[in-house]
C-alpha cells in the first residue's frame, strides 16, 4: 500500500515559519487530490489545506489562508505546506492526506481522503 511520511514538524515562537513535507509513493499516478489536516487532543481533526495535484489548484482554511502556503514536487514525490506567521493556535498534530479522485468532488472533510500520514508535530509558544 502507498505511503505517506511526513517531517518538518518542531517548535517556533509566534511569528515564526516552518515546512512540512510529505513524501508519497506512486505520486502521480495513484493521487489526484492532496492535503494538509491538523488535530489537537480531544477535537476533530481539521482541514489545513488542499492542493489538486494534476493542476496544482490550491485551496485553504479561512484561518491559514494568506500564511500557509501548499505546494508540490512531482519529481521529487513530495508535499509541502510552508507555514509563515505561525500563531499559538496553529499548535497540532499535522497530518498529510491524499486520494485518487480529484479534489473536485470535495476536498475539506477528513471523508474525503483514503491514505493518511502518521502525523508531524507543531508546537508554536507565545
Known amino acids: 500500500q502507498a505511503q505517506l511520511v511526513e517531517s518538518g514538524g518542531g517548535s517556533v515562537q509566534a511569528g515564526g515559519s516552518l515546512r512540512l513535507s510529505c513524501a508519497a509513493s506512486r505520486y502521480t499516478t495513484r493521487y489526484s487530490c492532496m492535503g494538509w489536516f491538523r488535530q489537537t487532543p480531544g477535537k476533530e481533526r481539521e482541514w489545513v489545506s488542499s492542493i489538486n495535484s494534476l493542476t496544482s489548484t490550491a485551496y485553504y482554511a479561512d484561518s491559514v489562508k494568506d500564511r500557509f502556503t501548499i505546494s508540490q514536487d512531482i519529481p521529487k514525490s513530495a508535499l509541502y505546506l510552508q507555514m509563515n506567521n505561525l500563531k499559538p493556535e496553529d499548535t497540532a498534530m499535522y497530518f498529510c492526506?491524499?486520494?485518487?479522485?480529484?479534489?473536485?468532488?470535495?476536498?475539506?472533510?477528513?471523508?474525503?481522503?483514503?491514505?493518511w500520514g502518521q502525523g508531524t508535530q507543531v508546537t508554536v509558544s507565545s
Open positions: 492526506a491524499a486520494r485518487a479522485t480529484s479534489c473536485g468532488g470535495g476536498y475539506s472533510g477528513t471523508q474525503y481522503y483514503t491514505n
